[in-house]
T-cell receptor, first 115, second 115 residues
Framework: EPEVTQTPSHQVTQMGQEVILRCVPI?????FYWYRQILGQKVEFLVS????????KSEIFDDQFSVERPDGSNFTLKIRSTKLEDSAMYFC?????????????FGQGTRLTVV | AQKVTQAQTEISVVEKEDVTLDCVYE???????LFWYKQPPSGELVFLIR??????QNEISGRYSWNFQKSTSSFNFTITASQVVDSAVYFC????????????FGTGTRLLVSP
């Protein structure tokens, strides 16, 4: 069964460093998302991406963050100058359409720990 | 604004008991979809079900059933004859409006099923 895959599963980085989280969405999906879950809290929307541009972003997604689809298969989230409060589980998701009735399929997440 | 409330933070049951997870939502959209996701201890988010705002027919799938009541803005989830493998955090989520919309998650309910 097709699935969204994320790498790495766990990343530890020092405060101030840049990290890139990688995702391979399901191959025929066209809409891509990043969500964040701080430990023990709810899952929060960060950004949605379609046709090589950001469609929507939350207030969390400030200039520290950027997304890119560098090739036909990968979808990345870059966090510049990481802060302690960026420590969280980051989920990538994809869907076939952007319609409200379409479920998003999530990857297994990347746990980012900023020390 | 959209909001999803899961008032139960944690529920503990003994195997074979039935358990209902509550979800209350707020939205001004007339068209919206409600979702349930399961997050097992391994961390991934697993899609369980979606319902649209025009279909209040309740659904049963194996041991799972869902009760959608538009009049009370609730979308509750029941597990019949719970099993230890059901232990997870369950998230209710809302996606509303038309076009390209993000998922708004509740804070989740942790279900612990003991033998």
């Amino acid at each position: 069964e097709p699935e969204v895959t994320q790498t790495p599963s766990h990343q530890v980085t020092q405060m101030g460093q840049e990290v890139i989280l990688r995702c391979v969405p399901i191959s025929n999906h066209l809409y891509f998302y990043w969500y964040r879950q701080i430990l023990g809290q709810k899952v929060e929307f960060l950004v949605s991406f379609y046709n090589n541009e950001i469609s929507e972003k939350s207030e969390i997604f400030d200039d520290q963050f950027s997304v890119e689809r560098p090739d036909g298969s990968n979808f990345t989230l870059k966090i510049r100058s990481t802060k302690l409060e960026d420590s969280a589980m980051y989920f990538c998701a994809s869907s076939t359409t952007g319609n409200v009735n379409t479920e998003a399929f999530f990857g297994q997440g990347t746990r980012l720990t900023v020390v | 604004a959209q909001k999803v409330t899961q008032a139960q933070t944690e529920i503990s049951v003994v195997e074979k008991e039935d358990v209902t997870l509550d979800c209350v939502y707020e939205t001004r959209d007339t068209t919206y979809y409600l979702f349930w996701y399961k997050q097992p201890p391994s961390g991934e988010l697993v899609f369980l079900i979606r319902r649209n705002s025009f279909d209040e027919q309740n659904e049963i799938s194996g041991r799972y059933s869902w009760n959608f009541q538009k009049s009370t803005s609730s979308f509750n989830f029941t597990i019949t004859a719970s099993q230890v493998v059901d232990s997870a955090v369950y998230f209710c989520a809302l996606r509303g409006g038309t076009g390209f919309q993000k998922l708004v998650f509740g804070t989740g309910t942790r279900l612990l099923v003991s033998p």
